[in-house]
């Protein structure tokens, strides 16, 4: 028969066990924190990935350009940014969900026959870029 008060005294294997439930528990909370980690950035980079936004039209006003967009993309854009060659242009940003269209106003004196590099950029980051010349009107 096994004498527990023995058993008792001999400690000798206390400090693996618990260094070895110890290192288990660390190790569970790093692998916790690696995959909320590895989640939060591939959800990032899918928004990203699924935004695409097209120009469908760009028309010459009397003191602006009209850009009409149209988001073919998988998730809701927002676009922030307009550029006119390299130059950052005064724009209202414009929301489009998914399969939405709309008209995109750019303030500026532009000049007949000229050739422009048009950016536009969303919240995201994505940039999409065209160039338009203005045509000369024929009499």
Do not use: C
């Not at 950035?41 to 009397?62: A, C, P």
């Not at 969900?97 to 000049?111: A, F, P, S």
């Amino acid at each position: 028969m096994v004498n527990v008060g023995k058993l008792l005294k001999n400690r000798r294997a206390v400090t693996p066990v618990l260094s070895n439930v110890l290192l288990t528990i660390v190790a569970v909370a790093a692998m916790s924190l690696a995959a909320s980690a590895t989640y939060v950035i591939t959800e990032n980079m899918h928004q990203t990935m699924g935004e695409r936004l097209i120009f469908e039209d760009v028309w010459f006003n009397s003191e602006e350009i009209l850009i009409y967009l149209r988001n073919v993309g998988k998730v809701p854009v927002t676009v922030s940014a307009a550029y006119l060659n390299f130059t950052t242009q005064t724009i209202t940003p414009l929301n489009l969900e998914i399969e939405e269209h709309g008209w995109l106003t750019v303030e500026h004196n532009w000049t007949q026959g000229s050739l422009y590099h048009i950016a536009i950029v969303t919240a995201r980051g994505t940039r999409i870029v065209e160039y338009h010349t203005t045509s000369s009107l024929s009499s």
